[in-house]
């Protein structure tokens, strides 16, 4: 199975997504991009630790790569 979330900075609602899939969905291709790519928001961050997710280490990605 492969997923991508898509949307405009991949700053953090994409990243949400994309961490909550990659608990939910092990063994699936899990990513996320946005059109206009900017700076993983450290608030996205903080909540997801808030719930045991790590995504400290992603980072905003364009639909091109």
Known sequence: ???LFM??????R???AEGLARQ????AEVRS???HPGKL???AVAVM?????DISR????SYDD
């Not at 949307?7 to 953090?12: D, I, T």
Request: neutral net charge; aromatic residues 6%.
């Open 24 to 27: 939910l969905f092990p063994n």
């Open 33 to 35: 991009a946005g059109s």
């Open 41 to 43: 928001n450290p608030v």
């Open 58 to 61: 992603h980072y905003a990605k």
């Open 7 to 12: 949307c405009v900075a991949n700053s953090a």
């Open 1 to 3: 199975m492969n997923i």
């Open 49 to 53: 630790n808030e719930i045991g997710i």
């Open 14 to 16: 994409s990243q949400l």
